[in-house]
């Protein structure tokens, strides 16, 4: 009779462990299917990547690195104003780090998700700025002294490159990469007909940018031929570079050497 008890007993307690866990799969798939389906909504996939890309990075290691096929430049991107239908819109430039009130490089990027019908998950558009002059300097200025939103959709002029961006594979260091199609898109500074970039974003805060000219034979007459630009997140303090040569005044024949390696003014 105890050994029948205890069987019994066990029956019931086995039972009800394994509907406890049953109930606890199913809560626990539901949540994880929340946070899932949160983590994958295509519009958050495009604030991730508006958030990568803004702040002040620079290409300092780079530069120390090979200076004979890197500068040492700044890249600032800031949040400029916002679509009616959601897209993000950020102003960016880049400068040499020595004249950062001088940016050689002004665009507006747009920022949202693929269309449905494609296999990638943001859509990243360049623009031209109407009156680049007056957008010098935008992220670092108070927003009060920075041209209003109205301004700014009224000065986003022609369309210069899209690149599409997917999520990265497992394994990994980048969270999105992407490119321009292999047709690029129509260029003609410093002899070239079209220019093509790739874009990756990566886990540490970094920005990987590789934007290259082509001339009607396929030939590369600007941007790096060794590799992207990789623009790091700025130091917490940059006092320890004050006194380094790559921040000094660059000689005048710069500009005929930037022709090779990047672009500056470009249409």
């Given at each position: 009779m105890?050994?029948?008890e205890?069987?019994g007993?066990?029956?019931?307690?086995g039972?009800?462990?394994?509907a406890?866990?049953k109930?606890l799969?199913?809560v626990?798939?539901?949540?994880?299917l929340?946070?899932?389906?949160?983590?994958?909504?295509r519009?958050?996939?495009a604030?991730?990547?508006?958030?990568a890309?803004?702040?002040?990075?620079f290409?300092r290691?780079?530069?120390?690195?090979?200076p004979?096929n890197?500068?040492?430049l700044?890249?600032l991107?800031c949040?400029?104003?916002e679509?009616?239908?959601?897209s993000?819109?950020l102003y960016?430039e880049q400068?040499?780090w020595?004249?950062?009130?001088?940016?050689?490089?002004q665009?507006f990027y747009?920022v949202?998700?693929?269309?449905?019908?494609m296999?990638c998950?943001?859509e990243?558009s360049?623009y031209?700025?109407?009156?680049?002059e007056e957008?010098?300097?935008?992220?670092d200025?108070?927003?009060?002294?920075r041209p209003?939103?109205?301004?700014?959709i009224?000065d986003?002029a022609e369309h210069?490159?899209?690149?599409?961006?997917?999520?990265?594979?497992?394994?990994?260091?980048c969270l999105?990469e992407g490119s321009?199609?292999?047709?690029g898109?129509?260029?003609?500074?410093?002899?070239?007909?079209y220019?093509?970039s790739?874009?990756?974003?990566?886990?540490?805060g970094e920005?990987?940018?590789w934007?290259?000219?082509?001339d009607?034979?396929?030939n590369q007459?600007w941007?790096?031929k060794?590799?992207?630009?990789?623009?790091k997140?700025?130091?917490?303090s940059?006092?320890?570079?004050m006194?380094?040569p790559l921040n000094?005044?660059?000689?005048l024949?710069?500009e005929?050497?930037m022709?090779k390696?990047y672009?500056?003014?470009?249409?």
């Amino acid at each position: 009779m105890g050994s029948g008890e205890e069987t019994g007993n066990g029956g019931v307690s086995g039972v009800v462990r394994g509907a406890v866990l049953k109930a606890l799969v199913v809560v626990g798939g539901v949540l994880l299917l929340r946070r899932l389906r949160r983590s994958t909504t295509r519009w958050d996939h495009a604030r991730a990547v508006a958030d990568a890309l803004s702040g002040e990075k620079f290409s300092r290691e780079q530069a120390r690195k090979d200076p004979d096929n890197y500068f040492n430049l700044r890249m600032l991107t800031c949040p400029a104003t916002e679509m009616m239908d959601g897209s993000s819109v950020l102003y960016f430039e880049q400068a040499f780090w020595r004249t950062p009130e001088k940016p050689f490089r002004q665009r507006f990027y747009m920022v949202k998700p693929c269309p449905k019908e494609m296999k990638c998950d943001v859509e990243l558009s360049s623009y031209a700025i109407r009156d680049a002059e007056e957008y010098k300097n935008f992220c670092d200025r108070p927003k009060d002294q920075r041209p209003q939103s109205e301004e700014v959709i009224a000065d986003i002029a022609e369309h210069l490159t899209t690149i599409h961006l997917s999520r990265c594979g497992r394994g990994k260091r980048c969270l999105y990469e992407g490119s321009t199609p292999p047709e690029g898109f129509p260029n003609n500074w410093n002899g070239a007909s079209y220019c093509t970039s790739d874009l990756s974003i990566h886990k540490n805060g970094e920005v990987h940018i590789w934007d290259k000219g082509f001339d009607d034979d396929g030939n590369q007459v600007w941007g790096t031929k060794v590799g992207p630009y990789e623009f790091k997140p700025a130091p917490k303090s940059k006092y320890d570079d004050m006194f380094s040569p790559l921040n000094f005044s660059a000689p005048l024949s710069l500009e005929k050497k930037m022709g090779k390696a990047y672009v500056i003014d470009d249409q």
